[in-house]
């Protein structure tokens, strides 16, 4: 079971297998990745996930990332209980790879949960609407879940270092991609598109 691995520089965490989408593009739809099969078992304790950690040791890595196969704020608790000891123990640059709907997920507002804990949060914006959205994202809130991750990502811009929004490189017009860029603009986040891979 993969609960921890390594790309380029960074250490990410595979911290569950449970996400609120099911996205056309997702690479835990077409097979092992690159990393291996990061499907789980079962869901790894805190204490579990942070021995991983440790016996990586931190000080090898650049940034942690929060990012497998599933959707991080599944765990939204485990997850800031694991970056608060990583931030008791290092410096390292914290992000968490997240399509956005921890609101939805939790029943409740959660920017706050993110205060002193995180560098960056990464949003999977992905479209330019809510229907062209869940037209491939396959959200289980259905078109809301576009709305509720732009809102988010607005409300998590002051607790965090920056906020990016992100697309896939091919799965847009051209005039979709300007119009998520104008939407990063609105709320204060950084725009990028990603490779497909």
Request: proline share 2%.
């Amino acid at each position: 079971m993969i609960i921890t691995y390594e790309h380029g520089n960074g250490l990410y965490i595979n911290l569950t297998n449970h996400c609120s989408n099911r996205c056309d593009f997702c690479v835990r739809s077409h097979g092992d990745t690159i990393y291996g099969n990061l499907w789980l078992d079962r869901e790894p304790s805190v204490d579990e996930v942070w021995q991983s950690i440790t016996q990586r040791g931190l000080e090898n890595y650049s940034e942690v990332v929060f990012c497998g196969y599933g959707e991080p704020t599944e765990r939204l608790a485990d997850m800031c209980e694991l970056a608060r000891r990583i931030r008791q123990t290092s410096d390292i640059q914290i992000r968490v790879n997240t399509n956005g709907q921890s609101d939805l997920i939790n029943g409740r507002p959660t920017a706050k949960d993110f205060d002193g804990l995180f560098d960056v949060v990464s949003i999977s914006l992905n479209n330019s609407d809510g229907e062209k959205y869940d037209a491939v994202c396959h959200s289980r809130f259905g078109v809301g879940a576009y709305d509720a991750l732009v809102r988010f990502a607005s409300n998590v811009r002051p607790y965090v270092g920056k906020v990016v929004l992100s697309v896939v490189d091919t799965t847009l017009t051209e005039e979709d991609k300007a119009i998520c860029a104008e939407t990063a603009k609105r709320v204060g986040a950084e725009f990028r598109v990603r490779e497909y891979i």
